[in-house]
């Protein structure tokens, strides 16, 4: 039984034409040029092209408004333009809803600002469709990714990002083809992908997230080197200084994690038997990227334990149980890795120390299964109607430590529920909250007309949106922890059938042939200290500086 560190992603139908009567298809050809063409009723063609005419009078004030940038005013009267009641063209109004959008924009409400655009950029056919895409990337500044701009400006084409490629609007043009790019992978579009990613030029401040998402997006495809290469840019665009980066030292550890989890994966073939077959240069390259990530880092726990199957895979058993011992010291008190028993069990099995691997299967039952389940029982609690809205607010008792958990359960929820993507949900919400507080404190006659309305319908249904988009993802988080719990329960139950039939001389004659023979070295792991370097046997007590560096004798009793 083996496993793998952890892995790094409409069409519409046209109206039916009603059948030609008996008869008519001499009256038809007559009139063919004056036949009006037939138009499917979901044809974009039937919301445009359109023109711009005269604008009336109050649309000119509204346009001296806005130029005067005087936009809460300007916005009263466009609203007024869009809905119609000043009896100007389509043309007109358009221009008016992209103005309108501008206004909002200007007075900070960017959610109603972004719905509006939402609606421009649905349309291709809009007069202002194209100079749309420049205020999207402005809003992308503005909003969490929660907001999926990324959707919206996936409506673009490569070529209308093209448009910005000159010097005046060069970081615009990066960040598109960055945010495009986020669309294609989104959509598993990898190929494109990583070409839109390679437009994104160092000097960005989206180059590192480019390059990471390119480097996905190789893995994806299963192209390990051009993945690694990717991973390499971000680690030497760091070290050279680029700008703009959010929390670097994380970006780095996480390019080094990425460099050893694709090492890894490409280390470990299975042959026509389905039996592994070990590149040992790769998996010596993935031990030397876990080792690069930062002793600090979030991630060091994480590439120590990934490391330990690395370990387990060339044979290493000392490095790969010395790892698993740091993971469990009181340092980390809140760690959560229920696999590293797993780990312990298969290679006690490996070493035909049987009784040692069923006493480890034992106690990790012991103590796991009654976590797996509390945490059944927690889950269960959010069931029916408004499962999500309930969820959302457990997330926030969560996150705030004000949720009803036992100690033991406790810190493992918090884990489950920490990932990124769902603090940025919460962030959106918060951000959502805080657009509301302005809004409230506009003046009365912005608030009570029909824009403030609009403003107001934008924010209660970008959050609610918001709060059931963020409780269902928490509540698939928790799931998962859940379910990975399960899968290492039900793998240590496997591994006592194989005790089992290995005590009972009933091994399959592949695996007896795997063991090592009495000729062989029965002990892994002694250690002969150099004038460097000085050997320090364990007496129960952990020093912090000794973490990452233990090693453990191992006894095989196979062979004999």
Not at 219 to 247: M, T
Request: hydrophobic share 40%.
């Amino acid at each position: 039984m083996l496993a793998s560190p952890a892995a790094l992603a409409q069409g519409k139908k046209p109206a039916a034409a009603a059948p030609a009567k008996a008869g008519d298809n001499k009256k038809a050809a007559d009139n063919k040029k004056q036949s009006p063409k037939e138009i499917e009723l979901e044809d974009e063609a039937a919301d445009g092209p359109v023109t711009a005419g005269q604008m009336t009078e109050e649309a000119a004030q509204a346009k001296r408004l806005f130029d005067a940038e005087r936009w809460s005013e300007a916005a009263l009267i466009l609203k007024r333009v869009v809905d119609g009641e000043t009896g100007d063209d389509d043309g007109n109004k358009q221009i008016a809803q992209y103005h309108l959008a501008i206004a909002l924009y200007r007075l900070q409400f960017y959610q109603a600002s972004y719905a509006i655009f939402s609606e421009i950029a649905d349309k291709p056919n809009h007069l202002k469709f194209n100079e749309t895409l420049l205020w999207l990337s402005k809003l992308a500044t503005q909003l969490p990714e929660p907001a999926d701009i990324i959707e919206r400006v996936g409506k673009y084409k490569t070529e209308q990002v093209a448009r910005f490629n000159n010097p005046q609007q060069r970081d615009l043009y990066w960040q598109l083809n960055y945010l495009l790019g986020r669309y294609k992978y989104r959509n598993r579009n990898y190929d494109e992908a990583i070409s839109l990613f390679d437009k994104v030029d160092p000097k960005s401040k989206y180059f590192v997230q480019g390059q990471f998402f390119s480097g996905i997006s190789n893995v994806q495809l299963r192209k390990s080197v051009p993945a690694v290469k990717s991973f390499q840019k971000i680690v030497q665009a760091l070290e050279e200084g680029v700008e703009g980066v959010e929390d670097e030292d994380r970006m780095r550890d996480l390019a080094f994690l990425s460099m050893a989890r694709t090492y890894y994966s490409a280390s470990v073939r299975l042959d026509d038997n389905n039996v592994p077959k070990i590149d040992g240069n790769k998996l010596s390259a993935a031990v030397k990227y876990w080792n690069r990530v930062d002793v600090a880092s979030e991630y060091w726990l994480d590439a120590l334990f990934e490391q330990s199957w690395a370990y387990f895979m060339a044979g290493d058993y000392p490095h790969a149980l010395g790892n698993i011992h740091t993971i469990e010291s009181p340092y980390f008190p809140n760690a959560f890795y229920p696999e590293a028993d797993i780990l312990k069990a298969v290679i006690s099995f490996t070493i035909c120390q049987y009784e040692d691997a069923t006493t480890i299967v034992a106690r990790m039952r012991k103590r796991y299964e009654p976590i797996k389940k509390e945490l059944e029982a927690i889950l269960n609690r959010f069931k029916g109607e408004d499962a999500e809205q309930k969820f959302f607010e457990f997330l926030k008792d969560v996150r705030a430590g004000k949720a009803a958990l036992s100690p033991v359960v406790k810190p493992i929820v918090e884990n489950a529920l920490s990932d990124r993507q769902l603090l940025r949900n919460l962030e959106y919400v918060r951000v959502l909250d805080e657009e509301d507080a302005r809004f409230k404190k506009a003046p009365a006659a912005f608030k009570n007309s029909p824009i403030g309305g609009d403003v107001t319908d934008a924010l209660n249904l970008a959050r609610d949106l918001a709060i059931r988009n963020a409780g269902t993802l928490a509540r698939e988080r928790y799931q998962r922890y859940l379910d990975e719990l399960n899968e290492h329960l039900r793998d240590a139950s496997k591994i006592l059938i194989d005790i089992t039939a290995a005590e009972r001389n009933k091994l399959d004659q592949e695996v007896v042939s795997g063991q090592l023979t009495k000729e062989e070295s029965l002990v892994f792991g002694r250690v002969t200290p150099d004038d460097e370097h000085v050997l320090w046997p364990f007496n129960g007590e952990y020093w912090r500086d000794e973490l990452g560096f233990y090693r453990q004798v191992v006894t095989s009793k196979c062979g004999k």
